[in-house]
């Protein structure tokens, strides 16, 4: 669980990351290339245990020294931080690959929705050197009970008179979310994997024309992006995934380029494809958008949504 005492040993090295510098400038004519989600995690110990019962993506840890040569090699110059679910409402190991490259990696940061005592954390959240925003999800049927039963009801306002972003996981929950963006303008609302999971019975079997209707419902609202993350997972076929680029394209077509992000979500059939492949998947196989586009796509348009300098 996310505590006072986690809060205040993250926001202490605020000063170190200021000290550090942040390359906050892109060379004029190179891509920036933006994973606009990664989990990381550390193998399960008595200072770090895992929730009875969760299984991580993948048998052994993804830690920060696996990750960032595969950056180097593939090509990748950010990563967007999401920590899992496994661990438990925690953020410390995503927080410590910021603490280490702060250039390289931001947070989206989880907290006890259960508890309407985690608002008072929020006016200070990205005191956290790193930390950019929330991520909740709503994958399960009490998660997803929360949208409508009035548990959640206290984040949205609190997110939005902090300025914090929120990255959200929920499959067929268009018009509760479109009700959240509709009361909240000011409040930036990311849409997680298409508003796909493979929790989802429906998307497990294949089917996802029913929950992109209910992202693309969304699109209407100004405040809210979709990350175009975790492609492979959802596909039935061998890289480009073509099976799945038809939805990609109704996609972008509705919110354009610059509400829509790339994203792996790479220990997520991490066996499937490389990580550059995963990058060339959209800059090579997607021929609807142009180069300009890929630009927003492939990095531009998440540093914009986060304020990600």
């Known amino acids: 669980m996310f505590t006072r005492r986690h809060f205040i ?13 942040c390359q906050t400038t892109v060379s004029s004519g190179k891509r920036m290339i933006v994973d606009a989600q990664v989990h990381l995690w550390k193998a399960a110990s008595a200072d770090w245990p895992w929730v009875p019962g969760m ?24 990563v967007v931080v999401v920590p899992p679910s496994w661990p438990g409402d925690r953020n410390d190991y995503g927080l410590e690959a910021a ?18 005592k985690s608002a008072a954390l929020l006016p200070r959240w990205r005191e956290q050197p790193g930390m950019l925003g929330l991520r909740l999800t709503f994958n399960t049927p009490d998660l997803i009970k929360m949208l409508s039963d009035g548990r959640a009801d206290w984040v949205w306002p609190a997110a939005e008179k902090a300025g914090l972003p929120i990255m959200f996981l929920v499959v067929n929950q268009g ?17 997680d994997h298409m508003g796909l999971s493979l929790a989802s019975p429906e998307v497990a079997a294949g089917k996802f024309d029913g929950p992109i ?3 693309l419902m969304l699109a209407k609202y100004p405040n809210v992006s979709v990350k175009l993350s975790s492609a492979p997972t959802y596909s039935r076929e061998n890289y480009p ?11 972008f077509e509705a919110f354009g380029p610059r509400r829509c992000h790339w994203g792996t979500d790479i220990t997520n059939a991490f066996a499937k494809t490389t990580y550059r492949q995963r990058i060339t998947h959209f800059t090579e196989a997607l021929d609807f958008m142009s180069e300009a586009d890929k630009d927003w796509v492939m990095g531009r348009s998440i540093l914009e949504r986060l304020k990600w300098a």
Request: charged share 20%.
């Open 213 to 215: 209707s209910h992202t």
């Open 55 to 78: 299984k991580p993506q993948m048998p052994e840890p993804f830690t920060i020294e696996k990750l960032t040569p595969m950056m180097d090699e593939a090509g990748v110059d950010r």
């Open 241 to 251: 995934f073509r099976d799945i680029n038809v939805q990609i394209k109704r996609l």
């Open 175 to 191: 018009p509760a979310m479109a009700r959240i963006a509709e009361r909240h303008p000011g409040l930036n609302l990311i849409c």
């Open 9 to 21: 040993a993250g926001a202490a090295g605020a000063g170190a990351l200021a000290a550090a510098g």
């Open 99 to 116: 603490r280490r490259y702060p250039s390289r990696f931001g947070v989206m940061g989880r907290i006890t929705l259960a508890n309407p």
